[in-house]
């Protein structure tokens, strides 16, 4: 089954949901296969009473699945192209790539190696969050001027226990936001800033490049033209997921020199700048809507970039001074 949710004018896919359920391990096998990998599993145990099931939901660059597979098997396993990081909700994996190996326990997360592995599992259930590590490396390469071509993950176990459980928190918040995915995901600002912010939590909590790199020079100077620039890009394309990589190739700078020109000259990073310039459109849209039409502050805050209404209220009350809700019933 598989459905593609309507989207606004301004969206650049729509969001895919899919969902197999089967009790034939065989079925399950190649869905998986499709999904992720190939991989060439030996079942244990009778078949009987089997059940699986993958749900996906693909939204642009970012994936969130869950999957249900109650036999114990062991399996060989191909790389997966991109990011992809697993949080054990009931049962176990264990993985092995050489001579590493991760153990994931209920309530475990880890990253699929990009090396072939072995995988073994018991009677599983997890949930997946996948997103191209381009994405990821252009983020890097924002946030560090660790080139993209140079970045990679280099281990499957979370940095520390604190970072886990951050893992963990990001990946439930995901399976909500995929189960709302037409009201959610749908919206492109929503949808591109969920992957920005799934690519810096990974960057934070699984090893890679950028926590291994050496000393990079301070970003040059930016004149406050070019912040005047930047800030005019913002205001003309504010309905769109731009990002700060975009404002700052559009202005001729790096992304680390724009942020720091931003923080010289405005006290705020281009990222909050943005989001104050989005917040300034909602209450536009608020001003102006009639709530007898059918208006609503939700639709209203998720069509510029929030999908928490309760955010969007607390962000909304400390700028303005009053809850939205009294804004659009003015």
């Known amino acids: ?20 359920a089967t009790r034939d391990p065989d079925l399950a096998h190649h869905t998986i296969a499709a999904q992720y990998s190939a991989h060439r599993p030996r079942f244990a145990g009778s078949a009987l009473g089997f059940r699986f099931r993958l749900a996906t939901t693909q939204a642009g660059e970012l994936g969130v699945d869950q999957i249900v597979h109650s036999m114990d098997a062991r399996s060989w396993t191909e790389p997966y192209s991109g990011f992809l990081a697993v949080h054990v909700r009931r049962g176990w994996y264990h993985w092995r790539v050489g001579r590493d190996e991760l153990a994931l326990p209920p309530g475990a997360v880890g990253r699929f190696h990009n090396s072939p592995m072995i995988v073994q599992w018991s009677d599983v259930t997890a949930s997946v969050v996948r997103l191209s590590t381009a994405h990821v490396a252009r983020v890097a390469a924002t946030r560090t001027d660790v080139a993209a071509a140079d970045f990679r993950f280099e281990g499957m176990a979370p940095v520390s226990a604190a970072m886990a459980r951050a893992w963990a928190g990001l990946s439930a918040f995901l399976d909500a936001q995929a189960a709302a995915a037409g009201e959610t995901l749908a919206h492109p600002l929503i949808r591109a800033s969920l992957a920005e912010h799934v690519a810096t939590t990974a960057l934070a909590v699984f090893p890679n490049t950028t926590m291994t790199a050496g000393y990079v020079p301070g ?24 990002s700060v990589a975009q404002i700052a190739q559009v202005c001729g700078v790096g992304p680390r020199g724009l942020q720091a020109a931003f923080a010289r000259h405005l006290g705020v ?42 955010r969007f209220a607390e962000a909304y009350r400390r700028a303005y001074g009053r809850p939205p809700s009294h804004t659009l019933r003015a």
């Open 269 to 310: 990073s281009p990222t909050t700048h943005l989001r104050r310039v989005r917040l300034d459109r909602a209450h536009r849209d608020l001003i102006d809507a009639d709530p007898t039409g059918g208006a609503s502050v939700a639709a209203i805050a998720r069509r510029w970039g929030w999908g928490n209404p309760g």
């Open 219 to 242: 970003p040059r100077r930016v004149e406050p033209a070019v912040v005047r620039r930047a800030v005019a890009y913002i205001e003309a394309h504010t309905a769109e997921p731009i």
């Open 1 to 20: 089954m598989r459905t593609d949710d309507g989207v606004d004018a301004g969206s650049s896919a729509p969001v895919i949901r899919d969902e197999v």
